[in-house]
């Protein structure tokens, strides 16, 4: 049974930078696409990013790319999620979660495994 935490969430001025981590046990992530979700308060789940678990392919939602860098280090068994020039709109929970494949995990209805999210909030 695979399991995600996520961390490295916090508080950030505009402008700043955070790296997350989901690492994974349980498992190996070698198999599985792995992505990133976000929820703000009082808005439904969205896809930020997920990364192919075969060639590596990454894909971004239009508001986070040139931003944002997903990256993979299947030795440590933990996906990354780079995070620069933060906005005040990306404050959300953001969730780790893995699945077959980046078709089947980026709609978010077909993840395998959910981790439980780690706080993202960007205030001056």
């Known amino acids: 049974q695979l399991q995600l935490v996520e961390s490295g969430g916090g508080l950030v001025q505009p402008g700043g930078s955070l790296r997350l981590s989901c690492a994974a046990s349980?498992?190996?992530?070698?198999?599985?696409?792995v992505g990133w979700f976000r929820q703000a308060p009082g808005k439904e789940r969205e896809g930020v990013s997920c990364?192919?678990?075969?060639?590596?392919?990454?894909f971004y939602a239009d508001s986070v790319k040139g931003r944002f860098t997903i990256s993979r280090d299947n030795a440590k068994n933990t996906v990354y999620l780079e995070m620069n020039s933060l906005k005040p709109e990306d404050t959300a929970v953001y969730y780790c979660?893995?699945?077959?494949?980046?078709?089947?995990?980026?709609?978010?209805?077909?993840?395998?495994?959910w981790g439980k999210g780690t706080l993202v909030t960007v205030s001056s």
């Open positions: 979660a893995a699945g077959s494949s980046t078709a089947a995990i980026s709609s978010g209805t077909r993840v395998a495994y």
């Open positions: 990364i192919s678990s075969s060639d590596g392919r990454s």
């Open positions: 349980g498992a190996t992530l070698d198999y599985y696409a």
